[in-house]
């Protein structure tokens, strides 16, 4: 069974960089998109970007020029980095399994709940 | 990007009713639409992809349709479990978005 798990700080100060990471046990990159996707109170499901197993990206434009996915398949991982984060960014961040044509976001991580303070 | 409503953002519905759940998107997507369960404290869930083919382990209850800008979620029979919030979500183009929820509760 697939399942996927992030990790990283639950507390960011105001301006620094946040980082995730995301740990795929059960199966394989190959063949699939991997995303993240956040959940906050005022902005509700909000798409950020995904990677490809083959290191390619696409990242939301609303988030773009603070946004880097990057991927070791070696280690069944995927990160995330925000920077210059502000309270805006305070929310419950998922790395999800995307699987194409038709899409399909399955399986979720159970969330990492990001809070930005100082 | 393509901006996603739902209606109603909330229900109250009683076990065994059939409940209806609609999104619309700004522009059209084909049959290009999800619809995820969410349940408090817990990540989303498939149910719905490609508008109307049900994901695998998901009951027969719920079923979707649509294409183009209008779309519908229904569950035929609620169930206990089935109190939760739904969203839709565009697949047709980046950055996928997704509707705002419909929140479905107990009477």
């Known amino acids: 069974q697939v399942q996927l798990q992030e990790s990283g700080p639950g507390l960011v100060k105001p301006s620094e960089t946040l980082s995730l990471t995301c740990t795929l046990s059960g199966g394989s990159m190959s063949g699939y998109y991997w995303s993240w996707i956040r959940q906050s109170p005022g902005k509700g499901l909000e798409w950020i970007g995904y990677?490809?197993?083959?290191?390619?990206?696409y990242y939301n434009p609303s988030l773009e020029s603070r946004v880097t996915i990057s991927v070791d398949t070696s280690k069944n991982q995927f990160s995330l980095k925000l920077s210059s984060v502000t309270a805006a960014d305070t929310a419950l961040y998922y790395c999800?399994?995307?699987?194409?044509?038709?899409?399909?976001?399955?399986?979720w991580g159970q969330g990492n709940l990001v809070t930005v303070s100082s | 990007a393509i901006q996603m409503t739902q209606s109603p953002s909330s229900l109250s519905a009683s076990v065994g009713d059939r409940v209806t759940i609609t999104c619309r998107a700004s522009?059209?997507?084909?049959?290009?639409l999800g619809w995820y369960q969410q349940k408090p404290g817990k990540a989303p869930k498939l149910l719905i992809y490609?508008?109307?083919s049900l994901q695998s382990g998901v009951p027969s209850r719920f079923s979707g349709s649509g294409s183009g800008t209008d779309f519908t979620l229904t569950i035929s029979s609620l169930q206990p479990e089935d109190f939760a919030t739904y969203y839709c979500l565009q697949d047709y183009n980046y950055p996928f978005t997704f509707g705002p929820g419909t929140k479905v509760d107990i009477k």
């Open positions: 522009q059209g997507i084909r049959n290009d």
């Open positions: 999800t399994r995307v699987t194409g044509h038709p899409e399909r976001i399955d399986p």
């Open positions: 990677i490809s197993f083959t290191g390619t990206t």
């Open positions: 490609a508008a109307s």
